[in-house]
Every structure is written in C-alpha cells, then in structure tokens.
C-alpha cells in the first residue's frame, strides 16, 4: 500500500500537467527595459574566460628609434579580487640590457566569441594613475576597413578613452578604414573626478544615433558615418606609444615620467538589448 501512494504521489504532478521547474529556461535578467545578453564580472584568477576573451600579443614597434609599446599576454589577467587588470609595465628588451628597454600593456577583445548589433555595452572601471598610457573600452566591426563614404557598414565606436594624467574622456568614432579614406568624428569631456575610483562608461546605439554616458550623465550623441548597422565586438585595451603624436599634451603624455608598473582595473562589462 505505502509504495502504491509514493508512486501515485510522483506520477501526479504528470497528471496535472505541472512541469519540473528544474527544465524551465531562466528568464533573461530585464533593467529598465533592457535585456541583459552577455557579461563578464570577472570572477576569479588568472587568465580571463578563454570561452569570452581572446587576449591579442604580438610586438607593435612604431618607433625604431627609441622605446615603444607592445601588446603581451601576460599583462591582461583577472586579480582574484573581481576584477580585470591590464597593466603598462617597462621592460628589457634588447640584448637584456637594462638599458635598452620598451613597454609592454595587455589587451582583451571578444572576437569569434561574442558581437551584438545595436543596444547598450557598459563598463565599470577605474584609470590608471600613471602618464604615458591611456585606455579604452570600444567596439569594432569587421567591417570598418570598406571604403565607401559610409560608416553603415562597420564603425569602430570608440565608447571611452582614458588618461592616467588628465581629467579627459574621449568618445569617438571611426569609418572607411585607416588609410586616406579615412572618416572620424569625436568629441573630448572635460569630467573633473574621473581618475578617482571606478566610474561607469556606456553607449547606447540603435539604428538612428550613438549616445554616450558617463556615470549616468550622457556627454556625446552622433550619428556621423550614417551609424553602422552591422554587430560589432568588444575590445578593452591599453595603449603605449612613445611617437611625438602619443606623447603630446593632449593624449597620453611622456612614459619617461611615469613610475611602472601602472594598472587599469575592469569591475565588469555588460551587454544589453532593449526589450521590445
């Protein structure tokens, strides 16, 4: 009799028509009337999820005449305490002779894992300290090489670039590739307490225009190129440079006077799109 009521106890539910909720799909996350697609809070240690993250390296030397900067895995990692780091570091290169150096940085994209066309990407970090470097949060799109006089079909969007040494963000945007062709159009913020803490960096795109926020506050809108309507990838990057354009006033200033190692810290990233 006791096995009788178990086994019509379980077959009930059948019966009803209730279904397990462990098979039931998760709802997608919904804020503010946008649907989260993707993210990355950076958990752990170590290398950052290879199934999200490709972490480019190869020598970038632009300047033979003095040091330059290159791009290597090993500056691009997770710190165990929640966050990505990239980090801008002085290192020997040349016959190991302490000398005769160049600097390396560390960069992430999400090529071949993840690209999204149109929505809202944010990112949550804090700047470097340091001179000589800057960093950026954007996105690419295959596509931005075609020249046709159109950003329509791809656009690097360049969502913030930051500073160690000045209270400036850049916002810009490039089309028609890297050569003659090439179109842009960007616009500096002036947002005095940027380099204090983390601080938050989103762009809103849709098919008519590109805006773009910083903590909240919107700093730039544009629809230059026509706004591309292709998906596009994410990149995080630190860039060093020692040629006179980098080294200016206005951009990322001498890495002679920076002390290294210097660190830019991710806190996450997230991806969404608008609920229809």
Same mark, same amino acid.
């Given at each position: 009799m006791i096995k009788i009521i178990l086994i019509t106890f379980c077959l009930l539910p059948a019966f009803l028509g209730c279904k397990d909720p462990v098979s039931e799909e998760p709802k997608p996350e919904v804020i503010d009337g946008w649907i989260l697609t993707w993210s990355d809070e950076f958990d752990g240690s170590g290398i950052p999820n290879p199934k999200y993250w490709d972490r480019p390296e190869y020598n970038r030397r632009n300047n033979e005449s003095g040091p330059d900067g290159w791009?290597? $895995?090993?500056?691009?990692?997770?710190?165990? =305490?929640? #966050?990505?780091v990239l980090r801008a570091k002085r290192i020997n290169n040349r016959n190991n002779d302490k000398d005769q150096y160049d600097y390396s940085t560390g960069a992430v994209r999400t090529l071949g894992f993840f690209e999204q066309k149109f929505g809202k990407f944010e990112c949550r970090c804090q700047l470097p300290t340091q001179p000589g470097w800057w960093? &950026?949060?954007?996105?690419?799109?295959?596509?931005? *090489? #075609?020249v046709d006089s159109s950003? $329509? +079909?791809g656009t690097e969007i360049d969502i913030m670039e930051g500073f160690?040494?000045?209270? /400036?963000?850049? #916002? !810009?945007?490039?089309?028609? *590739?890297?050569? +003659? !062709? #090439?179109?842009g159009e960007g616009k500096k913020i002036e947002f005095p307490g940027v380099r204090e803490g983390y601080?938050?960096?989103?762009? %809103?795109? +849709? =098919?008519? %225009?590109? $805006?773009?926020?910083?903590? *909240?506050? %919107?700093?730039? /809108?544009?629809? &230059?190129? *026509?706004?591309?309507?292709?998906? &596009?990838?994410? /990149?995080?990057t630190a860039e060093l440079s020692t040629e006179s354009w980098a080294i200016n006033q206005y951009w990322s200033n001498d890495p002679e006077k920076a002390i290294f190692p210097d660190y830019f810290l991710v806190d996450w990233v997230r991806v969404y799109k608008k609920q229809k």
């Open positions: 791009w290597l $895995r090993e500056d691009s990692y997770l710190d165990g =305490e929640g #966050h990505l960093v &950026a949060f954007w996105l690419m799109s295959n596509g931005v *090489g #075609h950003g $329509r +079909d160690g040494w000045t209270d /400036k963000i850049n #916002h !810009a945007l490039h089309w028609d *590739g890297y050569g +003659d !062709a #090439h179109q601080h938050t960096f989103t762009l %809103e795109w +849709d =098919e008519n %225009e590109y $805006r773009f926020y910083i903590d *909240g506050n %919107e700093t730039w /809108k544009s629809n &230059a190129g *026509g706004v591309s309507q292709v998906p &596009a990838y994410v /990149k995080i």
